[in-house]
């Protein structure tokens, strides 16, 4: 089983050839933090989400765009309503 971090869902990370069940669950900010720790892939594909994402999760959260093939024991956690423009300024 892995667990992976993603800023993103695509039906593209299921097999397509067979019948797929997709659970959707919402999890609280502690909930993420406990399914992480015990290690995680990051497929977030931007620096500045991943930036933001080590920060609220308090570990580091590296940019790793990869494409994500999912098997039946894959856990993908959904970081949603995170929109960063593609260059943004530094908060001051």
Known sequence: MRTILS????LQMLDLQRTSNVEVK?????DVKSLL???????VGHQDTANVLSD???????????????TPDDVLVVARALRLRDNPAPIR
């Open 37 to 43: 720790k015990e290690g995680f892939v990051s497929a």
């Open 7 to 10: 800023n993103a869902f695509s």
């Open 26 to 30: 919402p999890l609280t900010l502690d």
């Open 56 to 70: 609220m999760l308090g570990l580091g959260v590296p940019c790793n765009r990869i494409n994500v093939h999912l």
